[in-house]
């Protein structure tokens, strides 16, 4: 079973940056559509940027795109989430998603994915 290990949260001035890093603990990675999610206290997990396997085609949550820029590295086994111009309401737990049953396309919803990180805080201040 694949693993994934998020990095790069923290805390952040309204309107800085932050890039996430997840990394898969399998070669196999760069065959599984991969996501970002996130999660803010009392709300549902939500999509945010989703890549395919080859890492053509991306796709954003509207309150992100602009913003947000989503790459893959598939010789390091890695997905990014560049973040910038942040804002408060960015603040939430940011997990690495990975579908590693052969789905293509963009995948949004939270039920195509069956691995996930541990997730990583970001807190944007105002």
């Known amino acids: 079973q694949v693993q994934l290990v998020e990095s790069g949260g923290g805390l952040v001035q309204a309107g800085g940056s932050l890039r996430l890093s997840c990394v898969a603990s399998?070669?196999?990675?760069?065959?599984?559509?991969m996501a970002w999610f996130r999660q803010a206290p009392g709300k549902d997990r939500e999509f945010v940027s989703g890549?395919?396997?080859?890492?053509?085609?991306?796709n954003y949550a509207d309150s992100v795109k602009g913003r947000f820029t989503i790459s893959r590295d598939n010789a390091k086994n890695t997905v990014y989430l560049q973040m910038n111009r942040l804002k408060p309401e960015d603040t939430a737990v940011y997990y690495c998603?990975?579908?590693?049953?052969?789905?293509?396309?963009?995948?949004?919803?939270?039920?195509?994915?069956?691995?996930w990180g541990q997730g990583t805080q970001v807190t944007v201040s105002s």
């Open positions: 890549i395919s396997w080859t890492g053509a085609s991306t």
């Open positions: 399998r070669r196999a990675f760069s065959n599984y559509v």
């Open positions: 998603a990975a579908n590693s049953i052969g789905s293509r396309g963009l995948l949004t919803s939270i039920t195509w994915y069956d691995v």
